[in-house]
């Protein structure tokens, strides 16, 4: 069975910083890669950031690059997203993703990964 459990989203103003975190729950954890995509009302999910299984190599969106920071603790089964510098149009529904597979180079799209959670609403205010 595999879960995954997004929390840490929540209403902040354009500036601030919040942390989501993710928690994996799958039988055979090791080997994984993570993302994290988001989904505005009236827009497609879109590709935030992603993770390799070692924590190695890490992965950005354009819009995220330099704000956003991903990281994994694989003794805890975690992932997080510290984001700062948050704007308006970083709303959004966050989604947590796994993928079947160590290496998250290349993997941006929905496609590429094999579970997903629930997603954790992130609101920023101008």
């Known amino acids: 069975q595999v879960q995954l459990v997004e929390s840490g989203g929540g209403l902040v103003q354009a500036g601030g910083s919040l942390r989501l975190s993710c928690a994996v729950s799958?039988?055979?954890?090791?080997?994984?890669?993570m993302g994290w995509f988001r989904q505005a009302p009236g827009k497609e999910r879109e590709f935030v950031a992603a993770?390799?299984?070692?924590?190695?190599?890490?992965y950005y969106g354009d819009s995220v690059k330099g704000r956003f920071t991903v990281s994994r603790d694989n003794t805890k089964n975690t992932v997080h997203l510290q984001m700062n510098s948050l704007r308006p149009e970083d709303t959004a529904l966050y989604y947590c993703?796994?993928?079947?597979?160590?290496?998250?180079?290349?993997?941006?799209?929905?496609?590429?990964?094999?579970?997903w959670g629930q997603g954790t609403q992130v609101t920023v205010s101008s």
């Open positions: 993703a796994a993928r079947r597979a160590p290496s998250a180079r290349g993997a941006t799209t929905l496609q590429d990964y094999d579970y």
């Open positions: 993770i390799n299984w070692s924590g190695a190599g890490t």
């Open positions: 799958i039988s055979t954890y090791s080997g994984y890669a």
